[in-house]
C-alpha cells in the first residue's frame, strides 16, 4: 500500500493510550455539499494507538479491534511493522504482534490490508511491498502462512459463507482468491491495464466488486461463472461499498473528492457527492444507509446520506485521515496517519452513530 500519488498509496503506525470523549466538528471541505440543516453532533472518541496506522477490521467474535501499522516511506525500507489489537470501546492497545521477514529477501513482510475470518478465528493482511498476503491467529497473533504471487497486494476481504478471501492485485490488474480453510489460491481474475485498489463482496451473491483506480470504473466479478463486468464511477476511485441492499454502489473518488453513487443494476452513476479533497476511504452504515468518507486532504470525515445527495454532517479529524470501517452495530473507528500523538504516534477514532435520523 504504498504512496498512490493519484495512482499510487501511503503509510504510518499506531500504540497506545486511553479516549478523550468529545464533541468534534469539521473545519475544511468548504466545497462540500453539506446540508444546511443539519445541526446532530455525533460522540467521538480518540486516541494515539501507535506509529504507521493503515487499515483496521472489527472481530465480532472477539469484540476486538485489529489494525496494521507499518512504518517506513518508499523507497525507505520499512523498519518496522506489526499488527495491533485494540480494545473498541476504550481505544487502548492490548497488545502487539511483530510481522516475520520474508525469506526471499529478508526484508519485513510489512502489513497494510486487513480483514477479519471470525469464522476460523484468523485475520487476513495484505503484504503490499512483498507482493504478498498473510495469515495469522486472533487467537495468539501468531503468524500461520504467507502466500506469494499478489503484486502489490492491497486491499483484502473475506468472504465467510463461501470460505473464500478476495484481494486485489494492483501490480498486475488481477482480483485473487484463497480458501480460507487451505489458504490455497483458487480464482485469479485479470482485467488488462486495470489497477484494482479497494474491495468489497456483496454477503448475499457472493459477488465481487474492485475499485479500478486506473481506469475510473468497478470491476464487478460474477462468482459463478468469473466473469467481469466493468462500470464506470468518478475520477480516482480509492475504495468501493456496497449498500445495505446490494443494489448500489458507491465510490471513493480521490481525483474528484466525490462520492459517486452507482446503480449497480443499470450501471449508471446516479449522483456525485463532492465531499472533500483526496476522497479515500469509505464505509457504508448498514443500518441507516449513510455513508462515511474519509477525506484525507480535506482533511475530516463526511457522513452522507445518498438518497438525498449530500454530505448530512462533519466530522473532524486529524490531519491525514486513513481509513474509515464500521461495525454492524453502528459505530466506526477512523485511523489517522498524522502522527499527532504526545510520542508521535497515529490516532484512532471512534465515532457512535446512532440510529438513521
Not at 493510550?17 to 468529545?22: I, K, N, P
Not at 481505544?91 to 526471499?104: K, Q
Not at 459517486?260 to 457504508?284: E, H, I, N, Q, W
Request: hydrophobic share 40%; aromatic share 4%.
Amino acid at each position: 500500500m504504498p504512496l498512490l500519488h493519484r495512482r499510487v498509496h501511503r503509510a504510518a503506525a499506531s500504540a497506545v493510550a486511553l479516549a478523550a470523549v468529545s464533541t468534534l466538528t469539521f473545519a475544511g471541505a468548504a466545497d462540500a455539499a453539506v446540508d444546511a440543516g443539519a445541526t446532530a453532533r455525533l460522540p467521538v472518541s480518540s486516541a494515539p494507538l501507535v506509529q504507521g496506522l493503515y487499515q483496521s477490521a472489527y472481530s465480532e467474535r472477539n469484540d476486538t479491534l485489529w489494525a496494521t501499522a507499518s512504518v517506513g516511506q518508499p523507497p525507505a525500507p520499512v523498519t518496522g511493522s506489526r499488527l495491533v489489537r485494540i480494545d473498541p470501546d476504550t481505544l487502548e492497545v492490548e497488545a502487539t504482534y511483530p510481522v516475520p521477514l520474508d525469506t526471499a529477501d529478508g526484508t519485513v513482510e510489512a502489513v497494510y490490508g486487513i480483514d477479519v475470518d471470525d469464522e476460523h478465528n484468523t485475520l487476513w493482511v495484505t503484504n503490499s511491498r512483498n507482493d504478498s498476503v498473510a495469515v495469522y491467529s486472533q487467537a495468539t497473533g501468531r503468524h500461520l502462512a504467507t502466500l506469494p504471487g499478489v503484486a502489490h497486494a492491497r486491499e483484502i476481504v473475506v468472504d465467510e459463507k463461501r470460505d473464500t478471501v478476495w484481494t486485489t492485485a494492483f501490480g498486475s490488474g488481477e482480483i485473487v482468491a484463497f480458501d480460507s480453510r487451505t489458504f490455497r489460491e483458487t480464482d485469479r481474475v485479470a482485467v488488462e491495464g486495470s489497477g484494482p485498489t479497494g474491495l468489497t463482496v456483496n454477503e448475499r451473491t457472493g459477488a465481487v466488486y474492485a475499485s479500478d483506480f486506473t481506469h475510473d470504473r468497478i470491476i464487478q466479478v460474477s462468482p459463478r461463472t468469473g466473469a467481469t463486468r466493468l462500470i464506470p464511477t468518478g475520477d480516482g476511485p480509492l475504495s468501493v461499498a456496497l449498500s445495505p441492499n446490494g443494489r448500489t454502489a458507491y465510490t471513493a473518488d480521490q481525483g474528484a473528492g466525490t462520492m459517486s453513487v452507482v446503480d449497480l443494476r443499470t450501471g449508471a452513476v446516479t449522483a456525485s457527492v463532492p465531499t472533500g479533497a483526496g476522497a479515500k476511504s469509505l464505509a457504508t452504515d448498514r443500518r441507516s444507509g449513510r455513508v462515511l468518507v474519509v477525506d484525507r486532504l480535506a482533511p475530516g470525515v463526511s457522513v452522507v446520506d445518498p438518497r438525498a445527495g449530500r454530505v448530512v454532517e462533519r466530522v473532524a479529524t486529524a490531519a491525514l485521515p486513513n481509513h474509515v470501517q464500521v461495525t454492524g452495530d453502528g459505530v466506526a473507528y477512523v485511523l489517522d496517519k498524522s502522527a499527532s500523538g504526545p510520542a508521535g504516534e497515529d490516532l484512532g477514532m471512534r465515532i457512535e452513530l446512532g440510529r438513521g435520523r
